[in-house]
């Protein structure tokens, strides 16, 4: 196999571009996921989504994949892959990687094209649902979504204003669940809110003022929790369209949780 050796090659050119460019990575349609963990995940759950896959020199030398069942059942070194298969010099594979210990393997994986109408249903009259204003830190989102999948939520939506979900610290933090837990952007959140108050869902917002104790209430077997930006919190406007609100008590002088843990233990309790 040829070994790519110019951090000038175009298709290299194009990783960086796909890692540091939300603009990028929506006109292609896809995105990078990097390393061990994550390609694994990628390979259990996505590989129809798999569009190329790049491995380093000394990976590829070593036969790495060999070390992980969801790879070697892949046989890196066969001819009939589903994905195109690229091999580059271990300094070249450091230059595309984001991470500061590149492990040796790297994905671009086409982006899951959910819709609320066909993925986040639920069953058997129980649907619950993870709403996200303006979310800005991307381990926050990641984790987020990584924690819906642990409490069985059945899917995420959030405003515009969220991080890009397929920026490469996002899908590193959600550990694989970006590929399990169904999601949407929404451009006009407040009309999102009401269509699922049309439809019997009970929106709780994570907000201090005239809420109820997240421990004491009854929560509703079609139920959203809403959770708003780090600083700000919700917007008043969010607020207006929710269904009720919900607090978490605090001890101290703390003013407020972290929202990826304020998320944790609203999703828990629903």
Request: include cysteine; charge should be negative.
């Amino acid at each position: 196999m040829e070994i790519i050796s110019s951090n000038k090659n175009e298709r290299i050119k194009n990783i960086a571009a796909l890692q540091k460019s939300k603009k990028a990575r929506t006109e292609q349609g896809v995105f990078v996921a990097e390393g061990l963990r994550i390609a694994r995940d990628v390979f259990k759950s996505a590989l129809d989504l798999t569009e190329s896959v790049f491995l380093s020199e000394t990976f590829w030398n070593n036969k790495g994949w060999n070390e992980y069942p969801e790879l070697a059942v892949l046989g890196f070194d066969a001819q009939d892959q589903p994905f195109s298969l690229t091999v580059v010099k271990d300094n070249v594979f450091e230059g595309m990687c984001e991470t500061v210990t590149p492990q040796g393997i790297l994905c671009v994986v086409r982006q899951p094209d959910y819709a609320y109408e066909k993925d986040m249903q639920g069953r058997d009259g129980i649907q619950k649902l993870l709403i996200l204003e303006d979310i800005q830190d991307p381990g926050n989102l990641g984790t987020m979504v990584r924690t819906a999948e642990a409490a069985g939520m059945n899917g995420i939506i959030l405003s515009k204003g969220c991080a890009d979900i397929f920026s490469p610290k996002v899908t590193r933090s959600t550990m694989g669940a970006i590929f399990r837990v169904p999601f949407i952007y929404t451009d006009n959140l407040p009309l999102m809110l009401d269509r699922l108050k049309t439809e019997g869902i009970d929106i709780c917002a994570a907000y201090l003022k005239d809420g109820e104790d997240y421990r004491k209430m009854h929560f509703e077997a079609r139920t959203a929790i809403m959770i708003g930006n780090e600083g700000n919190g919700l917007s008043d406007r969010a607020v207006a369209h929710a269904s009720r609100n919900v607090f978490i008590p605090m001890a101290g002088e703390v003013e407020s949780l972290n929202a990826a843990v304020a998320a944790a233990l609203l999703m828990y309790a629903l």
